[in-house]
């Protein structure tokens, strides 16, 4: 059985700095990318970051960029966001996410992603 579980979520003033962990068992993600996605309240989930597995090929949705980054701990199986100069629009649930398959690139469609994890909350606050 294959889970993701996300950790590190909280709450933290504006301006200040996170690092969400996923944690992927029952397979690797060797041979595909992963993606942090976030659904902040009252709106549709949104993809956020994401890696190949095996290079360093990343892809970001423009309203991080400059703050956020992504890093995978192969050995662990696990992939980190970082999270800098939060601000309040970054409230959101946290998920991380995994094709199923082989993936040339890093997809930014939640249909593209099989598995998922339960989520992490982050609150930023003014």
């Known amino acids: 059985q294959v889970q993701l579980v996300e950790s590190g979520g909280e709450l933290v003033q504006a301006g200040g700095s996170l690092r969400l962990s996923c944690t992927a068992s029952g397979r690797t993600f060797s041979t595909t990318s992963m993606a942090w996605f976030r659904q902040a309240p009252g709106k549709e989930r949104e993809f956020v970051i994401g890696?190949?597995?095996?290079?360093?090929?990343?892809r970001y949705t423009d309203s991080v960029k400059g703050r956020f980054a992504v890093s995978r701990d192969s050995a662990k199986n696990t992939m980190y966001l970082q999270m800098n100069s939060l601000r309040p629009e970054d409230t959101a649930i946290y998920y991380c996410a995994a094709p199923r398959l082989y993936t040339l690139t890093v997809p930014n469609t939640e249909s593209s992603y099989y598995y998922w994890g339960q989520g992490t909350k982050v609150t930023v606050s003014a």
């Open positions: 890696i190949m597995w095996r290079g360093d090929s990343i």
